[in-house]
């Protein structure tokens, strides 16, 4: 009954050091979404994925990479990471696209300094 | 442009009093609106998703209504609770395959 599993929940990155963020599901999803919720900001999609091995853009995909080898898995990298970046990142997956509903992960807060 | 405006930013109630929270877009073609309730610490979780041919769907204590000529939604949660203390948020999807697009929220405090 796990649904969407982020890891980890909190990190603290030096400006240029690179990380991985890790989103799970285990509700056999097709879609998969990578979100990043800011102050005074609504969520705003940075990569998606609608099916294993396939990648898209969202809406600000500038400085994230993205990886889904398997179904399950969706995996958002910083390469290089810096102060803007700051921000609490959400998974989330739906079973075909938008006109279905979304499974949100708890989020990962992440701080570069 | 594509979007989704919530009101009040914040609000606070007394526990057991009722509050409705409103929701304007923009988005065209429209498929369906949902509301997502966010807890501190925590990620958005589902309350009610309607298609344009729904006028009203509930959720135990939540009642969304959509207006989709007016393009205006609103969230009513009746005899409110302490555990309603959160961030609603008002999510429009356009078009089958185009991106959700997310409202701020409207943050409801509920005092005993």
């Known amino acids: 009954n796990a649904g969407v599993t982020q890891t980890p929940k909190f990190r603290v990155l030096k400006t240029g050091q690179s990380m991985t963020l890790l989103c799970a599901q285990d509700?056999?999803?097709?879609?998969m979404y990578w979100y990043r919720q800011d102050p005074g900001m609504g969520l705003r999609l940075i990569h998606y994925s609608v099916g294993e091995g396939t990648t898209a853009k969202g809406e600000v995909p500038d400085g994230y990479n993205v990886s889904r080898l398997k179904k399950q898995n969706f995996l958002l990298g910083l390469e290089s990471a810096a102060p803007s970046q700051t921000s609490v990142y959400f998974c989330?997956?739906?079973?075909?696209?938008?006109?279905?509903?979304?499974?949100f992960g708890s989020g990962t807060r992440l701080t570069v300094v | 442009k594509n979007q989704v405006e919530q009101s009040p930013q914040s609000l606070i109630i007394l526990e057991g009093k009722n509050c409705t929270l409103q929701c304007n877009y923009t988005v065209s073609p429209f498929s369906n609106l949902r509301w997502y309730k966010q807890d501190t610490g925590r990620g958005p979780v589902s309350l009610t998703i309607?298609?344009?041919?729904?006028n009203t769907k509930s959720n135990g204590r939540y009642t969304a209504t959509l207006d989709a000529d007016t393009k205006q939604s609103s969230l009513h949660i009746t005899a409110s609770q302490l555990s309603d203390s959160a961030s609603y948020i008002c999510?429009?999807?356009?078009?089958?395959?185009?991106?959700?697009?997310f409202g701020k929220g409207t943050t409801l405090s509920v005092s005993s």
């Open positions: 509700m056999n999803h097709e879609y």
């Open positions: 309607m298609t344009f041919s729904e």
């Open positions: 999510v429009v999807s356009g078009q089958a395959g185009t991106a959700l697009i």
């Open positions: 989330a997956s739906s079973p075909w696209g938008t006109d279905y509903g979304y499974t």
